[in-house]
């Protein structure tokens, strides 16, 4: 069995985060999502690394724009979602929900996480305890609904609350400490909640990145992914609600707070 990949988080433009992905064994790498080229291009050379390969979870500029000059520097090649390559960078490998491809001896499973834009997808990698959900579920937040509907994002949100719940979900963006004064909004007696909240602040602070979170974590303090639960929906006036009317609620309070 191959070792777990390394896992490297890359800071870029202003809340931005880009992830490398280094097969030790082989010496490759893998980028998810190229905000910019700039400080891929830094951290590759600071370690030694080249670029082989290039994923990209969806189409929005602050998540693609490095994406040609990486691939001309480096000759990476680069998967997208089928359904959104109408406006992404040229693919070299085309996706969908369902897929599985190999990464340097590695399986990639595709998950289709529409919502935030239609055609987002996130890369799970089983064999490294790790998920890509970019601007879908993110860290005590998920991404506002520029394309999608409630139902769809609410869909997505539950297929990736099924997954294994000690995976580290790395998100696209540090939005986490904004994210977690919503989120008191709702549950402000949530204990495991008021924990993570000291802990964000303590991290940032000392200007640490608190992504990736532990997708435990995100089930326990996440208002997104707790819309089912009666506390949650108390919380909202929502008792007796479907949870995705409560996801509804939930968001439209997000998107004004």
């Known amino acids: 069995m191959a070792m777990p990949l390394e896992i490297v988080t890359v800071p870029c433009l ?16 893998a980028l998810v999502d190229a905000p910019e080229s700039d400080a891929v291009t830094a951290e590759l050379t600071a370690r030694g690394w080249r670029l082989d390969e ?20 480096y000759g990476a090649k680069v998967t997208g979602a089928a359904n959104d390559a109408h406006r992404l960078p040229e693919l070299d490998r085309a996706v969908k929900e369902g897929d599985r491809f190999d990464l340097f001896g590695h399986e990639v499973q595709v ?22 959900t970019a601007d879908s579920l993110m860290a005590l937040g998920c991404g506002r609904l520029f394309e999608g509907t409630p139902e769809q994002m609410w869909q997505s949100l539950s297929k990736l609350m099924q997954l294994p ?60 992914l707790r819309a089912h639960l009666p506390e949650v929906k108390q919380a909202v006036g929502m008792a007796g609600a479907e949870p995705v009317e409560v996801f509804r609620e939930v968001r439209k309070r997000k998107d004004t707070f």
């Not at 985060?17 to 790498?29: K, N, P, V």
């Not at 802990?199 to 435990?216: C, L, W």
């Open 14 to 29: 202003s809340d931005n985060y880009a992830f490398l992905l280094h097969d030790t064994e082989s010496g490759r790498t």
């Open 54 to 73: 290039i994923l990209l979870t969806h189409h929005h500029w602050d998540h693609v724009d490095g994406t040609d000059t990486l691939r001309k520097s």
């Open 111 to 132: 998950l289709d996480v529409s919502g935030h834009t239609i055609g987002h997808i996130a890369f799970y990698i089983p064999g490294s305890n790790a998920v890509f």
């Open 165 to 224: 719940s000690d995976i580290l979900v790395y998100s696209g963006h540090e939005y986490t400490q904004s994210n977690a004064a919503f989120a008191l909004t709702i549950e402000p007696d949530n204990p495991a909640l008021k924990t993570r909240v000291a802990q964000i602040e303590a991290a940032r602070g000392a200007g640490k990145a608190t992504v990736p979170s532990a997708m435990q974590l995100e089930l326990d303090t996440n208002p997104f």
